[in-house]
Every structure is written in C-alpha cells, then in structure tokens.
C-alpha cells in the first residue's frame, strides 16, 4: 500500500516550488536518475508523447518526491 502523503507534506512541496523551481528540479532529475531510472524513463517517454511534457515532468517529480516524504515519516 502507498503511504499516506499529508497536507504538510504537499505545502512543503509547493512552498519549495515556489521557492526555487528551477533548482528543485535538476535535484529531482539527479535524484531519480540514481534513485530510480526506471521511472525517470517512464516519465521521459510519457513526457515526449504529451502535449505538455514540462507538466508531465514536473507532475511525476512531484508525486515520487511526496510518496518519497511520506514513506520517511510513516518510518519514523
């Protein structure tokens, strides 16, 4: 089962968006590449066959991330 991703969380992801956009995602595309580059390569190809792959991008990013922080916290 998927781990709950809070609103904490999701506040702390778009106040980092909003922070330094650019610089989160090349974080992000570093981190999955040595992560997960399964699912950096499913979000690539999805990417090139959408019509906004930017936004295809920044969403599977951005739920990897948020699945990410809560896994950690229900850890803890």
Request: glycine share 6%.
């Amino acid at each position: 089962m998927l781990p709950v991703v809070t609103e904490q969380i999701r506040l702390v992801l778009e106040q980092s968006l909003i922070d330094d956009e650019g610089g989160w995602k090349k974080q992000m595309v570093h981190r999955l590449k040595g992560e997960n580059p399964e699912i950096n390569s499913i979000l690539l190809d999805l990417a090139q066959k959408s019509s906004d792959p930017k936004s295809v991008i920044l969403a599977g990013y951005l739920i990897y991330d948020a699945l990410e922080q809560a896994q950690k916290e229900e850890e803890t």
